[in-house]
């Protein structure tokens, strides 16, 4: 920052994580029946609202304009510095702060996948068998947060891509001002 180029993804990548964080609280004091609730699909609004900003950001302090290659570079960062925060508080909130809300949790959404098995008429043993395995293991283990964060910056990126492709704005390569006497 000292060289005057601001740092859009990092810093709007931060604010991004601190949303995440502060949504994940508020599931969290909700109980676990808030994580399997609706509203818990604001965790995906969050960074695309915050990608943007840091986005058009970057724009406005390059002067309006901004390379493609520069948008999705800003971009992907805001996505993986707030996806970053988001599981390590959520592999934190889970595996040390609140173990017993972990579980808690999973028996929410063993019932949530069950009922939705059962309107999409999966067969009763396939159903105890997903219901087992989500009760009996460790959704928010290092290693799911880990594959959970990999496969979500493949998702962000692709998302990245589209952002970066309608903010994106070329500077002229001549200024129409220095032909006019």
Request: charged share 15%; aromatic share 12%; net charge positive.
């Amino acid at each position: 920052m000292a060289s005057g180029k601001t740092n859009a993804g990092l810093s709007y990548g931060l604010m991004s994580g601190g949303g995440a964080i502060l949504l994940t609280l508020v599931l969290y004091l909700g109980g676990a029946k808030m994580f399997v609730n609706p509203i818990a699909y604001l965790g995906f609004a969050i960074p695309i609202v915050f990608a943007v900003l840091g986005g058009l950001a970057q724009k406005k302090a390059n002067g309006g304009y901004i390379e493609f290659s520069e948008a999705l570079k800003t971009v992907f960062t805001v996505f993986v510095i707030g996806s970053f925060l988001s599981a390590a508080f959520s592999y934190l909130l889970l595996n040390v702060i609140d173990v017993p809300f972990r579980q808690a949790l999973a028996q929410e959404m063993a019932q949530a996948s069950e009922k939705m098995m059962e309107k999409f008429g999966v067969p009763q043993d396939q159903i105890d068998k997903s219901t087992a395995d989500i009760l009996n293991g460790n959704s928010y283990s290092l290693s799911r947060q880990f594959l959970g964060f990999a496969g979500g910056t493949i998702f962000w990126f692709i998302i990245s891509l589209i952002i970066a492709a309608i903010i994106k704005k070329k500077k002229p390569e001549f200024d129409n001002n220095s032909f006019t006497q």
